[in-house]
């Protein structure tokens, strides 16, 4: 059997010497010329409209991981939970559970676009409270030249 699906069948006599060879093919069932070209153009068309497809789900996916990993950081107290304020706490998972609803009401439909703009909007509640925590824990409070001392010559 060839690649193209065509079964090639030789067989002899040794008595006579004689040779006969039967070619089988099975175009029952196979696309035609024109019927791949067809498919490949609607492969083609297509091909833009999924990307954008793909492109929201995994920014609806993104900001979900997101509200979700912050939901988990803020509810446990041997993380950020216990470095922040309560009225900090509450402000942050008023915003998690808004945003979990519009996700579950809104976010199927939703453009990439909204999604990301959505996500710059919570990260503004977040940021500036976790900030505070993380910038002091890492040290970039202090700028490097307050922590070296001062050379006039090198």
């Known amino acids: 059997i060839?690649?193209?699906g065509i079964l090639r069948v030789s067989a002899s006599d040794k008595g006579t010497g004689k040779t006969e060879t039967v070619t089988i093919i099975d175009?029952?069932?196979r696309l035609s010329g024109e019927e791949i070209d067809r498919m490949i153009e609607e492969a083609e068309q297509f091909a833009n409209e999924d990307r954008v497809v793909k492109e929201r789900i995994e920014s609806k996916n993104a900001?979900?991981?997101?509200?979700?990993?912050?939901?988990n950081q803020v509810s446990d107290e041997s993380q950020l939970g216990s470095m922040i304020n309560a009225e900090d706490?509450?402000?942050i998972l008023d915003a998690i559970a808004q945003n979990v609803?519009?996700?579950?009401s809104e976010g199927t439909s939703a453009s990439k676009e909204?999604?990301?703009e959505?996500?710059?909007e919570f990260e503004a509640i977040v940021n500036p409270i976790t900030s505070k925590f993380y910038g002091a824990a890492d040290?970039?409070?202090?700028?490097?030249?307050?922590?070296?001392?001062e050379h006039d010559e090198l």
């Open 63 to 71: 900001f979900e991981n997101y509200l979700y990993s912050v939901k």
């Open 139 to 149: 040290g970039s409070g202090s700028t490097p030249t307050q922590d070296m001392p």
């Open 27 to 29: 175009d029952k069932g």
């Open 114 to 116: 909204e999604l990301e």
């Open 118 to 120: 959505k996500k710059e």
């Open 89 to 91: 706490k509450k402000a």
């Open 101 to 104: 609803s519009w996700l579950e």
């Open 2 to 4: 060839d690649a193209n």
